[in-house]
């Protein structure tokens, strides 16, 4: 069972270079989610999906853009990448029902270090 | 807005005890879920125990449980017979229950180490 698989799992970049980090889940999930995390500062959701076609802003979405490319996959794009996009970044994706009651589950993160 | 508060950086527990991570929190809802997630050194983050704040019985998960204070805004983690597998990082994450609202705010988190 892959469950959420983000690719690439490490990065490194130099400033101003653009990258985009692939998350796809086959769990037939209908929302999905990126996050980045931080020493100190817990996790922090940039960008998400609630469903097919939709995508909204997060906590911290400068610098970075999403596409849901269908129901399995949903990127983040960072089109100039800068020191502070140094990170680990987590995909997420759960099943939203009226309640809003689904479980969140995690790919293994992607490390990205900007030079 | 609401936040998530973990006061305690790092916990230590000696293996077979018990430990407690607390959690506190700031909302104006009256209806929200609460959830603890283990950071073990592989990264991924595992759900470990969920709480629904309209249910008033804590939340039990074989060896893990919760004390939820719903008046106190307090969510705290028990681990019961620490095992060293339980070492890694804990985070206390708030979640609105309106429809839409897909934010899921983290705690800073507390680094658990379990003592042989």
């Known amino acids: 069972n892959a469950g959420v698989t983000q690719t690439p799992k490490f990065q490194v970049l130099k400033t101003g270079q653009s990258m985009t980090l692939q998350c796809a889940q086959d769990m037939n999930h209908n929302s999905m989610y990126w996050y980045r995390q931080d020493p100190g500062m817990g996790l922090r959701l940039i960008y998400y999906?609630?469903?097919?076609?939709?995508?909204d802003k997060g906590e911290v979405p400068n610098g970075y853009n999403v596409s849901r490319l269908n129901k399995r996959e949903f990127s983040l794009r960072l089109e100039s990448a800068a020191p502070s996009q140094t990170s680990v970044y987590f995909c997420?994706?759960?099943?939203?029902?009226?309640?809003?009651?689904?479980?969140?589950?995690f790919g293994e993160g992607s490390r990205l270090t900007v030079l | 807005a609401q936040t998530v508060t973990q006061s305690q950086p790092e916990m230590s527990v000696q293996e077979a005890e018990t430990v407690t991570l607390s959690c506190t929190y700031d909302?104006?809802?009256?209806?929200?879920?609460l959830f603890w997630y283990k950071q073990p050194p592989s990264r991924q983050m595992i759900l470990v125990i969920r709480?629904?704040?309209?249910?008033?019985q804590n939340a039990t998960e074989n060896r893990f449980s919760v004390n939820f204070q719903k008046a106190a805004k307090s969510f705290s983690l028990k681990i019961s017979d620490s095992q060293l597998g339980d070492a890694a990082m804990y985070f206390c994450a708030y979640r609105s229950s309106n429809f839409g609202n897909e934010k899921l705010t983290f705690g800073t988190g507390t680094r658990l180490t379990i003592i042989p």
């Open positions: 999906s609630a469903s097919e076609g939709t995508t």
């Open positions: 997420a994706s759960k099943y939203t029902s009226g309640k809003n009651t689904g479980e969140l589950f």
């Open positions: 909302t104006s809802e009256s209806d929200y879920y």
């Open positions: 709480q629904e704040a309209y249910k008033q």
